[in-house]
T-cell receptor, first 112, second 115 residues
């Protein structure tokens, strides 16, 4: 079965600084990989997804993620963080005919 | 943009009572899911549902839980005899096809508080 690890429970960055959130997955075949964002009290919003092809995927709100098969990773990046990016970020893995599984999440705090 | 709608947004119930959480999936979607997020913890898969039957369920989804699509639009999660540890945010999701291919569309969630 697939699983996801997000090693960082909480990250704090200054506004305008770059951001990288780590995600490692475990799955025997080619995975489908996702990043979701959850603002306080809100639902889950899809930031981006990877199925195949170009390993660098662009998402909404200026986020991107890179799939690295050799490292079983799908890290989320943003070159310049805005205060509104403060939220909980979840990495998820799934596959064709398999349901989605989430990581434990990384809470992002943005300092002024 | 089509949305998955969940009602109510917040429900408080006494321990031992039954609750029904409601979801209206996107109209042309065929696969439906419930996930749970205990406060401060990860989002956990509960159950997937297709063609009026459960496709897969997790170990969390025991006899206390049931799902139903009572009509052409609603998808419900029933929790019988609620326990304090059932307090969580419950997310409904829908998908046009099986699996994670499309990245599910999630609802905004129902926060269940058991007192």
């Amino acid at each position: 079965a697939q699983s996801v690890t997000q090693p960082d429970i909480h990250i704090t960055v200054s506004e305008g600084a770059s951001l990288e959130l780590r995600c490692n997955y475990s799955y025997g075949a080619t995975p489908y990989l996702f990043w979701y964002v959850q603002s306080p009290g809100q639902g889950l919003q899809l930031l981006l997804k990877y199925f195949s092809g170009d390993t660098l995927v662009q998402g909404i709100k200026g986020f991107e993620a890179e799939f690295k098969r050799s490292q079983s990773s799908f890290n989320l990046r943003k070159p310049s963080v805005h205060w509104s990016d403060a939220a909980e970020y979840f990495c998820a893995v799934g596959a064709r005919n398999n349901d989605m599984r989430f990581g434990a999440g990384t809470r992002l705090t943005v300092k002024p | 943009e089509p949305e998955v709608t969940q009602t109510p947004s917040h429900q408080v119930t006494q321990m031992g009572q039954e609750v029904i959480l409601r979801c209206v999936p996107i109209s042309n979607h065929l696969y439906f899911y419930w996930y749970r997020q205990i406060l401060g913890q990860k989002v956990e898969f509960l159950v997937s549902f297709y063609n009026n039957e459960i496709s897969e369920k997790s170990e969390i989804f025991d006899d206390q839980f049931s799902v139903e699509r009572p009509d052409g639009s609603n998808f419900t999660l029933k929790i019988r005899s609620t326990k304090l540890e059932d307090s969580a945010m419950y997310f409904c999701a829908s998908n046009p096809r099986p699996g994670a291919n499309y990245g599910y569309t999630f609802g905004s969630g129902t926060r269940l508080t058991v007192v």
